[in-house]
């Protein structure tokens, strides 16, 4: 069946420009994750959705990222402003729900260049 | 808060030979543990979890992992490596409740044949 998708695979931004990545979860999956992956730091978490709410914003770095879910499927994730140190690819996971921890199916990624 | 360390950037080992990828975590309570793989030009997949009971875990492609709370451990094992079992992996620990998913720096293994 389908996976994850991101679009766009890609993306170069010039410094200060707004960025919008998108996010199709796997079909029936209630729950859906953000994560960014810079080289050399793992994976860091930024936000994760159960249906269309985000319980925990704790992670995104700054008032410049956004996240929203729509119909509980498609996700965006908005980056106003963008600055050099948001280079990263910037990951999307799905999974069945929360809770019991069902595994996390990801996506092939976004990555995205600041100039 | 929760957090998961993975002391070795990068693990080497000859093909045939057992591998040990290293995690060390840190929770309140009880913790559930993953491990996920990231082979090149992929994206990660997930090869087992921990969430109560057994404290051996086995997954896919022949890995398994073992649970030591006295340590804080969940270490990744295979007996026999392959050289396509080169790639990065990942520890993750969550906490009990609405929590997230905290991830490792990953380790690099390299089979070598």
């Known amino acids: 069946g389908a996976g994850v998708s991101q679009s766009p695979s890609n993306k170069v931004t010039e410094k200060g420009k707004d960025v919008e990545l998108r996010c199709d979860p796997i079909?029936?999956?209630?729950?859906l994750y953000w994560y960014r992956q810079s080289l050399g730091q793992g994976l860091e978490f930024l936000i994760y959705f159960q249906g269309n709410s985000a319980p925990d914003k704790s992670g995104l770095p700054s008032d410049r990222f956004s996240a929203e879910r729509t119909g509980g499927s498609v996700s965006t994730l908005t980056i106003q402003r963008t600055q050099q140190e948001d280079s990263a690819v910037y990951l999307c996971?799905?999974?069945?729900?929360?809770?019991?921890?069902?595994?996390?199916?990801f996506g092939p990624g976004t990555r995205l260049t600041v100039t | 808060a929760q957090s998961v360390a993975q002391p070795e950037d990068q693990v080497n080992v000859a093909e045939g030979n057992p591998l040990t990828v290293k995690c060390t975590y840190s929770v309140s309570g009880n913790p559930y543990l993953f491990w996920y793989v990231q082979y090149p030009n992929r994206g990660l997949q997930f090869l087992l979890k921990y969430i109560t009971g057994d404290n051996l875990v086995k997954g896919s492609y022949g890995f398994e992992a073992e649970f030591n709370k006295s340590q804080t451990s969940f270490h990744l094992k295979k007996p026999s490596a392959l050289v396509s079992d080169s790639a990065l992996y990942f520890c993750a620990v969550r906490e009990r409740g609405n929590t997230p998913l905290v991830f490792g720096k990953g380790t690099r293994l390299s089979v070598i044949a």
């Open positions: 996971a799905s999974s069945l729900g929360l809770d019991p921890p069902y595994e996390q199916y």
């Open positions: 079909s029936g999956h209630t729950a």
